[in-house]
């Protein structure tokens, strides 16, 4: 089992920037890829990052260019460095354990309950 906790959201306002964190615990040698998801309010949850253990990043092309996805394997720590926010970012954002592999990102069961993010223009 792995547990999933994220942090960082906020109220921001238009062009401003925050940086989410999702914090693993449990079973933690089993993570390999990390992925970050948002919800809006009427809309599907939709993939926004994923990073593999090694690396490897693909974002969504909404967000190329202003999100950045880090981790430290060592502390078991994704981050997600949004800058340039936009209203349309508004949403939750939950971060979730999975594989990656041919630049695809595969979803696990394990999700965080979610941190809000709401961009004022």
């Known amino acids: 089992q792995v547990q999933l906790v994220e942090s960082g959201g906020g109220l921001v306002q238009a062009g401003g920037s925050l940086t989410l964190s999702c914090t693993a615990s449990?079973?933690?040698?089993?993570?390999?890829?990390m992925g970050w998801f948002r919800q809006a309010p009427g809309k599907q949850r939709e993939l926004v990052a994923a990073?593999?253990?090694?690396?490897?990043?693909n974002y969504a092309d909404s967000v190329k260019g202003r999100f950045t996805f880090s981790r430290d394997n060592s502390k078991n720590i994704g981050y997600l460095q949004m800058n340039s926010l936009k209203s349309e970012d508004t949403a939750i954002y939950y971060c979730?354990?999975?594989?990656?592999?041919?630049?695809?990102?595969?979803?696990?069961?394990?999700w965080g309950q979610g941190t809000q993010v709401t961009v004022s223009s």
């Open positions: 449990g079973s933690t040698f089993s993570i390999k890829a």
């Open positions: 990073i593999s253990r090694g690396g490897n990043t």
């Open positions: 979730n354990t999975g594989g990656y592999a041919s630049r695809t990102y595969y979803p696990s069961d394990y």
